[in-house]
Each structure stands twice: as C-alpha cells, then as structure tokens.
C-alpha cells in the first residue's frame, strides 16, 4: 500500500501557463481532498471530491481553479493562467469514508512556484 | 468564525526535556482534534486523535473545553521528535482547518 501518491512534486511555471497537480488516492478511498498551504500558513481546505462528483468546492477560488475525480485515473487540479500568487504547497488526502470521524490520509505534496 | 492557534513557529527543546506544543481553537460546538506530524521530507501523516484518548511515541494530549485547548505533551523529548507538527479542527465534516504548525528542535 503506497499511500497517497501526487505529482509531480515539484512543478515550475511561468506567468500565465497551466498547472497540472495529480492525486491516486490509496487503493479502495473513494474520498479526495485538495489542500492549499501558502507559505508561513496552514494548511487550506479548497474542495473535496468523490468519484465523478464535486461534493464541496467552497474552499476554492472561483475563477481559474477547477478539479475532478474521474471514474478511472487519478484525481486532477487544474489552475489555468497561474500568477505568482499560486505558488504554494498543494496536497491531497483521501479517505473511505466520508466523515469527521474518518482519518484523512495525506500525499507528499505538490510544491508549484510560479516564476 | 473556526479557527486554529498555534502560537509558536519554532519550539526548541534539549534532549530529555519535557515538550509541550500549544493550540487553541475557536469553535461553539463539539469539535474534534487531531495532532498531525511531518518529519523531514516525509508526508503529513496522524499523530493522534482526541477521541482515541491514546498516546503514540510517548505523546499525549487532551481536550479542554474550558480553555478550547488541545496541547500536545510529551515528557522526555528525543531527537527523532524534531518534526513540523500541526493542529488540525474538524466541525463534524470533512473539512479540516489547520493550524500554522510549530517547528520542533530536538537538542542534542
């Protein structure tokens, strides 16, 4: 069992460009969540996701910032047209089952510096 | 508005030495809260959780309403605890709100 997995981890963008971050959830957790850590912050709740369902994306900036769960492959966030003030630490956790009770499992992160 | 307070960035202790990792929360209802650690270059990964009422590496911590605290405690501090540790508040849904974190130094 392998955990969480995201790449990359590290992802170097200029102005304007796309940013691509990717989460597999651990094997059977149908729960996906993505997580925003600015520097000097905590960590930020920006949307969590099921399979093929956006659940709750209050967490995450209207424009630009988009996610999915696709039944099949990983989960995807997308930032377009990124600006320096996306940089920042990204990670995903996932759980089976939905719920304040449920143990969120972490991935290793994304680190996106935007140039 | 919910909130997590961990007022130290950086916490440096000698080996031996008795840790304690503050956080406060604001929440009127019944929260639930986690300690999660990440040593270096590791991922973020569950300390423990008030519910358990569990000690884990020899860390403890406990709920108090009265205060809205959730201190992290250990007596004897060892080197392998040097660790960024964060606070973590959970509502009753699958939205965590952390806290900033506080860097742990272990002191030989």
């Known amino acids: 069992n392998a955990g969480v997995m995201q790449n990359p981890r590290h992802l170097v963008r200029r102005r304007g460009q796309e940013a691509r971050l990717r989460c597999s959830p651990v094997k059977g957790h149908s729960h996906v969540y993505w997580y925003r850590q600015l520097p000097e912050e905590g960590l930020k709740f920006m949307v969590y996701l099921q399979k093929e369902n956006i659940i709750d994306e209050s967490g995450m900036p209207k424009e630009r910032f988009s996610a999915e769960f696709p039944k099949e492959g990983p989960s995807i966030l997308r930032i377009q047209q990124v600006v320096r003030g996306d940089s920042a630490a990204y990670f995903c956790?996932?759980?089976?089952?939905?719920?304040?009770?449920?143990?969120?499992?972490f991935g290793p992160g994304t680190r996106l510096t935007v140039l | 508005a919910q909130r997590v307070t961990q007022p130290e960035k950086l916490l440096s202790v000698f080996k031996g030495a008795p840790v304690e990792l503050k956080c406060n929360y604001s929440y009127s209802g019944s929260p639930e809260l986690f300690w999660y650690v990440q040593y270096s270059r590791q991922r973020l990964q569950l300390l423990l959780r008030?519910?358990s009422r569990e000690s884990i590496k020899g860390f403890t911590a406990d709920l108090n309403k009265g205060e809205t605290s959730f201190h992290l405690k250990k007596p004897f501090a060892q080197e392998e605890d040097s660790a960024m540790y964060y606070c973590a508040l959970s509502t009753g849904t699958y939205k965590y709100i952390f806290g900033t974190g506080t860097r742990l130094k272990v002191l030989a």
């Open positions: 008030h519910i």
């Open positions: 956790a996932s759980s089976p089952l939905q719920g304040s009770t449920d143990t969120q499992y």
